[in-house]
């Protein structure tokens, strides 16, 4: 969460706490130790703050099954405990503390099993504040490549990136350690992460929060990650192809930012125009080579007497392989030879090239 909500929780906490001990030192539940009964009131007030610690990481159907389940456990402690109190062969002494017990048991074993029945209750069909769609928040969750590679900052800056981002504590505790790792090129990584996360915390447009929320049975990073988004029913932000498709196979919904930069590469069509930066020879024969910003290959005929300049081209055919795409060309010159004799009337685009970024104008020759 953000920084002044962090402290303003905290504050509360302060001041729960502090009123609770002055109470327990002015009323003097044990009489005449005010120190005695301020460290009671101390005792109280961390344990509540610790089951409301607790009681935030628990899903709305946990909390339902186990509110559910304890109030059945005092009704039903209750009636049994009438039936007890009415036995006059019991000492009343003896009764009562039969009764109290069984109201604590019956109220324990309510919201433990009543706690973990909660997933199986349909909130949809109580309609209202209960139906999924007003239970489920929008919460996605971010993981150490993400926040490294930086994109993910872009991206939200852009207004595209809606709801709740979630920094769990031990993607924090990972980022440190490859901050402070004694490899220059880790430690470089490291911090630029922790960089983008100033950046993203920066942004007041955006909800960052961060949990204490961990799985100490579970030790790689990946599968708490999974396990946390299927606990909180989050989705995870990543360009781990590994850690995607897992994910997957656990139910659990990823965004993948490689995907997504795939998705928004510029379209090219057969017929443009454009400039590129011959970079090498090709396979085949009088062939050139170039590449664009997002690494996409280009491979123009007849350009080997270009290598080291730029060229105007037009697009000829595109190639989609496994490996990504790969676009075809000739020499614009030829290509007009070949052809009718007229420019196209496509509007001609500006495209970024290794090393240069120019622009084609109509009017060029």
Not at 279 to 292: D, F, I, R, T
Not at 305 to 314: P, S, T
Request: hydrophobic share 45%; no cysteine; aromatic share 6%.
């Amino acid at each position: 969460m953000p920084r002044i909500m962090r402290f303003d929780v905290v504050l509360l906490r302060v001041i729960f706490t502090a009123v609770l001990v002055a109470a327990g030192a002015w009323l003097q539940p044990v009489q005449n130790k005010p120190w005695t009964s301020a460290g009671v009131g101390a005792l109280v007030a961390v344990s509540i703050i610790l089951f409301e610690l607790r009681i935030r990481q628990a899903t709305l159907k946990t909390l339902i099954g186990a509110a559910v389940g304890s109030i059945l456990g005092i009704i039903g402690a209750f009636l049994i405990g009438e039936l007890i109190m009415r036995q006059e062969s019991l000492k009343h002494e003896v009764r009562t503390f039969v009764t109290l017990g069984l109201v604590f048991f019956m109220a324990y074993v309510g919201l433990m099993v009543g706690g973990a029945k909660g997933d199986y209750l349909d909130l949809s069909a109580l309609g209202g504040i209960f139906s999924d769609k007003a239970a489920r928040r929008d919460l996605k969750i971010l993981d150490t490549s993400v926040i490294i590679d930086g994109r993910i900052a872009d991206v939200a800056e852009t207004g595209f990136l809606t709801g709740t981002l979630i920094i769990p504590q031990f993607i924090l505790r990972e980022l440190q350690q490859v901050a402070d790792s004694p490899d220059s090129s880790k430690r470089q990584r490291g911090r630029r992460g922790l960089d983008m996360l100033n950046r993203l915390q920066n942004n007041s447009s955006l909800d960052i929060q961060i949990v204490e929320t961990d799985f100490p049975s579970v030790r790689e990073v990946d599968l708490k990650l999974i396990e946390l988004g299927k606990q909180i029913e989050a989705v995870i932000v990543t360009n781990d192809f590994n850690l995607n498709k897992v994910a997957q196979l656990r139910g659990v919904n990823v965004l993948n930012i490689n995907e997504l930069a795939n998705a928004l590469k510029p379209v090219v069509l057969p017929g443009e125009a454009m400039r590129v930066f011959i970079l090498k020879e090709g396979k085949e024969y009088n062939q050139g080579v170039a590449y664009l910003d997002d690494g996409t290959m280009v491979v123009v005929d007849n350009a080997r007497r270009l290598i080291g300049k730029n060229a105007d081209i037009a697009v000829t055919s595109v190639l989609q392989t496994t490996a990504g795409k790969m676009i075809f060309g000739r020499i614009w010159e030829d290509a007009e030879n070949g052809g009718n004799g007229e420019r196209s009337r496509r509007p001609l685009r500006e495209v970024k090239t290794a090393p240069a970024l120019t622009r084609i104008n109509d009017t060029e020759s």
